[in-house]
């Protein structure tokens, strides 16, 4: 199976950077997304990794290292519309394609 | 506007009752996927769908029934749930099983009485 962890909650302030560390298991790893999630709302992409390295996009970067089974979302210039939950997601070569596991998710509260 | 909704957001239902969740796409995707989002545990992968062909059923139970009539369309079917049935349902679409990014409708949240 696959074990996906992050950080249950965090707290930030307005302007701020903060990051959301992932770490995983897998037996064949085939790409890590980040999802965020507004409470009530359908969780909407984020960003992709399949090779070492960071994704920059905008306020938000994604960083992978697959040798160490690690991830981080990197949240810059924080504004008071960033809290929701961060979720943390792996592909695995070994199964349907599409499949993906999530963790638990990391719900990030950012305050004025 | 993410291109996936679903019906109802809201179903309360006995656990004698028979009720069905849609979702429909409008992405022209060809695969759609249904999930299950409990409090406090990771997104749950139930069913996934590959041009109206089941691809993988995540050892779910029979009281949950999904129905593909075609590729925009997905619809679970439910009956006698359990309490513990209670949770948001997800419905995901994408370009093909191996798309990067998959889109999500706002789900249904189920109680179970």
């Known amino acids: 199976g696959q074990n996906i962890d992050q950080p249950t909650e965090m707290t930030a302030t307005e302007g701020a950077i903060v990051q959301i560390n992932c770490t995983y298991q897998?037996?064949?790893?085939?790409?890590l997304f980040w999802y965020q999630q507004h409470a009530g709302e359908a969780p909407t992409f984020l960003s992709y990794?399949?090779?070492?390295g960071l994704e920059e996009k905008g306020r938000f970067s994604s960083f992978l290292s697959r040798s160490k089974g690690y991830s981080y979302l990197l949240l810059k210039e924080l504004q008071m519309k960033d809290s929701a939950s961060y979720l943390c997601?792996?592909?695995?070569?070994?199964?349907?394609?599409?499949?993906?596991?999530f963790g638990r998710g990391t719900q990030l509260t950012v305050w004025p | 506007e993410t291109g996936v909704t679903q019906t109802p957001r809201h179903l309360v239902m006995g656990m004698t009752n028979k009720k069905s969740l849609k979702c429909e796409q409008h992405?022209?995707?060809?695969?759609m996927y249904w999930y299950k989002q409990s409090a406090k545990k990771p997104l749950e992968l139930m069913f996934v769908?590959?041009?109206?062909?089941?691809?993988e059923n995540n050892s779910v139970p029979s009281r949950f029934s999904p129905e593909c009539p075609n590729s925009s369309h997905l619809f679970l079917h439910l009956h006698t749930l359990q309490p513990e049935d209670s949770a948001l349902y997800l419905c995901?679409?994408?370009?093909?099983?191996?798309?990067?990014?998959?889109?999500f409708g706002p789900g249904t949240r189920l109680t179970v009485l």
């Open positions: 992405l022209g995707h060809n695969a």
């Open positions: 897998t037996s064949g790893f085939n790409g």
């Open positions: 769908y590959n041009f109206k062909e089941q691809t």
């Open positions: 990794n399949v090779l070492d």
């Open positions: 995901a679409s994408s370009q093909g099983t191996s798309g990067i990014e998959q889109f």
């Open positions: 997601a792996v592909r695995d070569r070994g199964s349907t394609l599409g499949r993906l596991y």
